[in-house]
Every structure is written in structure tokens, then in C-alpha cells.
């Protein structure tokens, strides 16, 4: 049985180019949306008005001209803090490049940006059932700092759990709860 430190045999770690996406990606992004199989897969229209979205940022992992991942997400200021925070709004890897560091490279480009643009946090919106999500983004650094029971979007016909994870420098964090207390390193 393998440790959660261990990584899987006959895999390496695979260095990728982190680059901005452009128009001509979208067919292989859409492509990776649909191998990850998830419950609310974005459409091609709906990357193509990210990528026309003032504000959204929208970056691709590249590996031998192949795109393995991407990455889209926006900066927002809370009204009340002033502070900044990259809101993730979707990230994946191809199922079958999954485990080979591209996933942490795109991460770390994450946290780069964020200390660029002088924000406090990261956050992802990640839903309760999605056990893989939650484990990656606890090996990044982040903490479930919040459980959403009843959230739905435009896409959702249903409400559902998701979990607010946040990434802060560990002196920054200061919410202690229920949930970020079962997360803590």
C-alpha cells in the first residue's frame, strides 16, 4: 500500500511551460474538461468568454506542445478588507498526466502571482465529495476554512456542499472553526 508521500512507481515528474492561453488551446482544454469527467464541466463558450473577460486570468501547463493542464482565475478585493485574493474558478490536469507534479508547477505559479499582485489568499471552491481536490490542495498548503452546505450556481440544478479552500502565508491564517481545525498541518 502506498504512503501519502509516496509517488506512484514507473512516473516521473513531468516540467512543463506555464504560458498564457490562447484561443488556438481551447479545443485541447475542452478536451481535458471532458476527460476529468466532472458533475458541472464548463462548455467551450463558457472558456472563450473567460478568456475575453476582463480581470480573468487564464493559463496553460504545456509540455512538448501538448497541453496537460490548465488553470483560470480572477483577482477580487474584498469591499470591506480592501485585501486582494485570486479566486480559482477552474483547474485541472489530464487524467492521464495526473501525479507527475504538473498540478503543484501550476500551484506554485499560483502562490508566484499572488505575492506579485500583493494579495492575501488564494481560494478554490471545491465540492465535498471531491476527496482528490481536497488532498491536493492540503499537500499545497491550503485550508478548508469554510463548508458551504447549500450552494448552487448556473450550472448546478441542485444545491450541494462545497468547502472554501484558502491558501494564506501560515502566519496569516486566523480562522479557526470546525472545519479548518481537521485540515491544519
Not at 506542445?65 to 478585493?77: C, H, N
Request: charged share 35%.
Amino acid at each position: 500500500m502506498m504512503g501519502s508521500k509516496e509517488k506512484p512507481q514507473g512516473k516521473r515528474n513531468i516540467p512543463v511551460k506555464i504560458r498564457w492561453m490562447r484561443r488556438a488551446d481551447i479545443d485541447d482544454v475542452v478536451s481535458i474538461e471532458e476527460a476529468c469527467h466532472f458533475d458541472y464541466p464548463w462548455s467551450r463558450q463558457e472558456f472563450v468568454v473567460c478568456l475575453r473577460r476582463r480581470g480573468c486570468i487564464n493559463v496553460v501547463a504545456e509540455r512538448n506542445k501538448e497541453t496537460v493542464g490548465y488553470l483560470v482565475y480572477a483577482m477580487t478585493e474584498d469591499p470591506d478588507t480592501e485585501e486582494k485574493k485570486l479566486d480559482v474558478l477552474n483547474f485541472a490536469v489530464a487524467p492521464k498526466k495526473q501525479r507527475r507534479s504538473i498540478g503543484t508547477q501550476m500551484a506554485d505559479k499560483l502562490k508566484e502571482k499572488m505575492h506579485q499582485n500583493h494579495a492575501t489568499s488564494i481560494e478554490f471552491l471545491v465540492h465535498a465529495e471531491n476527496l482528490g481536490a481536497q488532498l491536493f490542495l492540503k499537500s499545497q498548503g491550503f485550508l478548508a476554512i469554510e463548508l458551504i452546505e447549500d450552494y448552487v450556481d448556473e450550472a448546478m440544478e441542485e444545491e450541494e456542499e462545497v468547502y472554501v479552500m484558502q491558501y494564506r502565508l501560515k502566519h496569516q491564517f486566523r480562522i479557526k472553526n470546525r472545519i479548518s481545525k481537521y485540515w491544519d498541518v
